[in-house]
């Protein structure tokens, strides 16, 4: 495979991955801000979600818009940082390296939802 077959495969996986995550980023967005309509904003939301649990103090804020601004950070990163990763490689083969990348993206997505879910399942 030479060089043009190589990088343009990376060009179209590229932006089939950011394009998906953009809707997953989305999604993740108007899912936390719907739930925090419905969340009782309070500074630790922990103990009502669990009465079991007594970790450590997070509040509605953080439990409900970690994972879409984490996952707003690596779509703007996927972006801005195309050649970049192009250049940089950790595997042979670029469609394992997107598929990683997806597995993960997909984890902070389903993280995100869930959070907003439980959220406004406390506040119905």
């Known amino acids: 495979m030479?060089?043009?077959q190589d990088s343009g495969e990376f060009s179209r996986l590229h932006n089939l991955f950011t394009f998906h995550l953009g809707i997953a980023v989305t999604l993740a967005w108007l899912t936390s801000l719907y739930a925090s309509v419905y969340a009782p904003w309070v500074?630790?939301?922990r103990p009502l979600l669990d009465p079991a649990n007594v970790g450590p103090v997070e509040s509605t804020w953080s439990y409900l818009f970690i994972f879409p601004v984490v996952l707003t950070t690596a779509w703007l990163i996927?972006?801005?940082g195309?050649?970049?990763f192009a250049k940089f490689r950790l595997l042979k083969n670029q469609a394992i390296e997107f598929g990683i990348a997806a597995a993960v993206a997909f984890a902070m997505f389903y993280l995100?939802?869930?959070r907003a879910v439980a959220a406004m399942l406390l506040g119905m």
């Open 2 to 4: 030479d060089f043009d």
């Open 43 to 45: 500074r630790n939301i």
């Open 78 to 80: 996927s972006i801005f």
């Open 82 to 84: 195309q050649n970049i």
């Open 112 to 114: 995100s939802i869930d």
